[in-house]
């Protein structure tokens, strides 16, 4: 199964295959900052599953963190994906690729939302034990 998208303007496009390995809701201060929005969706794959099929010319990434590169489109500024390499995975924003059906499973980073979302899904405090995150969970 393969799901395609592109950024803002068309000149890049982004190719998924299979299934992602997690979705969810991140609602850190540096997701809400870099997106401009109140919390990022977030799909997670192995990164042999994500491929940038035209436009690579046009990727270019942006690292605060060792945990992050967020890879944009230079022509639109249009955001694609956050490589994470300390966690194996790549987030491509559910957003970019709006084929693949959205079911969001957890919520993480919840202590810093300012965003309320009261859907019944776990919601971590930062990130889960196995994420070298405390595992917390916090109440709707
Ligand atoms: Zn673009
Ligand atoms: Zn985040």
């Known amino acids: 199964m393969k799901h395609t998208g592109t950024c803002f303007c068309g000149a890049v496009e982004v190719q998924v295959t299979g299934a992602p390995e997690g979705m969810g809701y991140c609602h850190c201060g540096s997701c809400r900052s870099w997106s401009g929005g109140p919390v990022n969706a977030f799909t997670l794959w192995q990164p042999k599953a994500v491929q940038i099929t035209s436009g690579s010319q046009y990727v270019a990434t942006f690292k605060k963190t060792a945990m992050s590169q967020r890879k944009y489109c230079v022509k639109c500024g249009g955001h694609l994906m956050t490589n994470h390499p300390t966690l194996g995975l790549v987030d491509v924003f559910a957003t970019t690729i709006p084929t693949l059906a959205f079911m969001p499973g957890v919520h993480v980073n919840y202590a810093e939302a300012v965003l309320p979302m ?6 971590l405090k930062d990130f889960p034990a196995e994420l070298s995150g405390s ?6």
């Open 118 to 123: 009261r859907d019944g899904l776990p919601k």
């Open 135 to 140: 595992g917390e969970m916090i109440a709707e």
